[in-house]
T-cell receptor, first 115, second 116 residues
Framework: NAGVMQNPRHLVRRRGQEARLRCSPM?????VYWYRQLPEEGLKFMVY????????ESGMPKERFSAEFPKEGPSILRIQQVVRGDSAAYFC?????????????FGPGTRLTVT | GDSVTQMEGPVTLSEEAFLTINCTYT??????LFWYVQYPGEGLQLLLK?????DKGSNKGFEATYRKETTSFHLEKGSVQVSDSAVYFC???????????????FGQGTILTVHP
């Protein structure tokens, strides 16, 4: 059973460009979470999605950031008009659908560098 | 809101030394508690968990006990190895029905370096 997959692993963007980060959850998992890890800090929750629904986006910046998890395909975290402060590692996690089993499994992360 | 506080690091130990990394939390109700480990350049791996008071999570020689009276979940290992060198994160997940249910709240992480 393949783990959570994220791509690209490393992404370099110039200020003002768009960044698209992809996350494929583990097979059978329909819950996806995105976290951001700034340099030398812990992970901060951004958004929690189920298929075609945003459940909790309380950690998402109000502007430039959006996330989706379509019926088919990976979850996408999109950052428009990136700035240097967006440089961070972005981690995706997934969990199974069974009630009471909400262990989150993490992907290897995408390291975004804004130049 | 929920919060997790870890002891400040980094922590440097010799091989076979005893390890303790302190973790305390603030949350309403009965959260679930976790320790994750992150090796260089990799994502987080679940190390152990506890879902109710007095539960003890254990894995690979690491242990942590859910202490509701002191709101703590300290990580311990009796004899560390060089291969244990990594960053360790304490985390909580709010109880079902609360607004924080689902997401994990992390501490700031503790860097552990073990020397031969």
């Amino acid at each position: 059973n393949a783990g959570v997959m994220q791509n690209p692993r490393h992404l370099v963007r110039r200020r003002g460009q768009e960044a698209r980060l992809r996350c494929s959850p583990m097979k059978g998992h329909s819950h996806v979470y995105w976290y951001r890890q700034l340099p030398e800090e812990g992970l901060k929750f951004m958004v929690y999605l189920q298929k075609e629904n945003i459940i909790d986006e309380s950690g998402m910046p109000k502007e430039r950031f959006s996330a989706e998890f379509p019926k088919e395909g990976p979850s996408i975290l999109r950052i428009q008009q990136v700035v240097r402060g967006d440089s961070a590692a972005y981690f995706c996690a997934s969990s199974p659908v069974q009630r009471g089993t909400y262990e989150q499994y993490f992907g290897p992360g995408t390291r975004l560098t804004v130049t | 809101g929920d919060s997790v506080t870890q002891m400040e690091g980094p922590v440097t130990l010799s091989e076979e030394a005893f390890l303790t990394i302190n973790c305390t939390y603030t949350a309403t109700g009965y959260p679930s508690l976790f320790w994750y480990v992150q090796y260089p350049g990799e994502g987080l791996q679940l190390l152990l968990k506890a879902t109710k008071a007095d539960d003890k999570g254990s894995n690979k020689g690491f242990e942590a006990t859910y202490r509701k009276e002191t709101t703590s979940f300290h990580l311990e290992k009796g004899s560390v190895q060089v291969s244990d060198s990594a960053v360790y994160f304490c985390a909580l997940r709010g109880n079902a029905g609360g607004t924080s249910y689902g997401k994990l709240t992390f501490g700031q992480g503790t860097i552990l370096t073990v020397h031969p």
